[in-house]
């Protein structure tokens, strides 16, 4: 079998100790791998790389079309954007899988009163929150732009049903907030739900994300697959973490069409650094994901049965196990699995490969940057515009300054304050802040509404403004509560 060429980044703090010990449990496994060491991290931002990768680190990635990655940190303070991030966003890994399954040796609540869990939780990974468009409004109020598109949210959703259908799960879950974010989340349900009559052998429901919080704790075995928005998702991996022991043991996969990236989510741990106290864990799982992903399930199934031998036999690191028994180091915990090759759990069901996989086909390069969209079979009609005004004046006032300037097509019908009206109704009891929404319904097009708003701005200071638009008879905007 020729060897596949990866790209490694060793990371930051503890992330040069896992790796290593990774690499020397996969070498003696004999996979077939060809590793392409790179620079990643805070040391390249501290050579003055704003991204944090060297262009010769960005041309092997996206020349390989795999990144095995360790932890890495984002200097403090300096405005740069986080190295994890922008991997992700930059190659466009739209899918992040982290599977989290009880372990032996790694003792939890569950674990204890006998509740295996093996959820997999897969997060949307470029839009939302995450998108990190902010600005400063006013000097007291900060915006930040939720992006949800729904092609965006077919790429990941898709990719749960696939990945339920071939691995044998039986049920996915969409989590959500389109009980109050309608639109956003909203869009994100609607393309669950269409995606998901294509998949009529796997069964399908959704659930309020803060429900899905409270019943991941409570009971943990009714989830298999559960799909999320970026920050959602992002919150709900966290926390099914701690259901099986800590990030320590929470692989990570990054999964694009073109580039994917396998890293540790746990922290670069520098009170340990160079102590040799790190478990390697969380970034050997993630490898085996990776080793699947590449078509090598034999030698991703033979590493793991000697992980879970050597955790059944009671071997760990400082960080977990049985108190009674002294800990490994990172490179004895290492030494342990590799000595192991070849033997299966007791305890626990070994893991079997399951033959006819294909191996990983590098995609051909990308000459352009792919444009992603969906047919509107809708018109599209301009209704209105919302616009924000930096005020501390009453919105009675506010209210007639703007209607003096308004021409007779057009209608001021509501201003809000941090998304409560305020005007023409509203409390006296409503606390706000001098950043208001005003909706003008009546223009029709975007002429008119520029004309508007550069009358008002003589006026007033405008930061933002929306186009309100129908979708047919749809509203492709949002009311504001009490309105």
């Known amino acids: 079998m020729s060897k596949v060429k990866i790209s490694v980044a060793k990371g930051d703090g503890i992330g040069p100790e896992i790796m290593d ?36 680190a960005k041309k092997s990635v996206e020349t390989n079309g795999i990144l095995f990655k360790g932890p890495m940190e984002t200097p403090k303070g300096k405005g740069v954007k986080s190295i994890n991030v922008t991997a992700r966003k930059t190659w466009s890994t739209y899918a992040n899988r982290r599977h989290f399954q009880s372990l032996p040796g790694v003792d939890t609540v569950f674990s204890k009163a006998g509740i295996p869990i093996d959820i997999t939780i897969v997060r949307e990974n470029i839009e939302g929150t995450y998108g990190g468009i902010e600005h400063m409004n006013t000097h007291d109020v900060a915006i930040c732009r939720r992006i949800i598109s729904r092609p965006g949210s077919a790429q990941v959703i898709r990719f749960a049903f696939e990945m339920a259908r071939k691995e044998g799960f039986k049920k996915v879950t969409c989590a959500h907030k389109a009980n109050i974010m309608k639109l956003t989340d909203g869009l994100f349900l609607e393309t669950f739900q269409q995606i998901a009559q294509e998949y009529p052998e796997i069964e399908s429901n959704d659930i309020i994300v803060d429900d899905l919080a409270m019943k991941l704790v409570a009971r943990p075995h009714e989830f298999q697959v559960v799909v999320l928005t970026n920050l959602q998702g992002d919150i709900m991996s966290d926390l099914c973490a701690g259901l099986v022991g800590g990030l320590g043991f929470a692989p990570s996969a990054n999964v694009g069409d073109n580039i994917s990236i396998f890293e540790a989510v746990h922290g670069t741990a520098p009170d340990i650094t160079g102590k040799l106290l790190a478990n390697p864990t969380s970034l050997l799982l993630s490898g085996l994901m990776m080793l699947r992903f590449l078509g090598l ?69 990308a000459d352009f940057q792919k444009m992603m969209e969906t047919p509107n079979p809708e018109p599209a009609t301009i209704v209105g515009v919302d616009f924000f005004v930096e005020s501390n004046h009453p919105a009675a006032d506010l209210a007639r300054t703007i209607e003096s300037k308004l021409q007779p097509n057009q209608k001021l019908v509501m201003i809000s304050n941090r998304g409560t009206m ?30 508007l708003l550069s009358s008002l701005s003589e006026k007033m200071y405008i930061p933002s403004h929306e186009v309100l638009r129908m979708y047919g008879n749809k509203p492709g905007y949002s009311l504001a509560q009490g309105q």
């Not at 409503?430 to 223009?443: L, M, P, S, W």
């Open 21 to 56: 010990a990774v690499l020397q449990i996969f070498n003696a496994a004999n996979v077939p791998l060809e590793y392409e060491l790179i620079d990643m991290g805070k040391s390249i931002y501290d050579k003055g790389f704003s991204t944090g990768m060297t262009d010769d």
């Open 297 to 365: 399930v034999k030698h991703a199934a033979l590493i793991e049965n000697a992980l879970r031998y050597t955790l059944e036999q009671g071997v760990h690191t400082a960080d977990f196990g049985d108190r009674t028994i002294a800990p490994s180091n990172t490179n004895e915990f290492a030494s342990a699995i590799i000595k192991n090759l070849g033997k299966e759990p007791e305890f626990s069901k070994p893991r079997v490969a399951v033959d006819g996989v294909e191996l990983y086909q590098k995609k051909t390069s």
């Open 422 to 451: 305020v005007w023409p109704t509203g409390s006296s009891f409503t606390e706000c802040v001098d950043h208001y929404r005003v909706r003008v319904e009546g223009t029709q097009s975007q002429p008119e509404i520029f004309s």
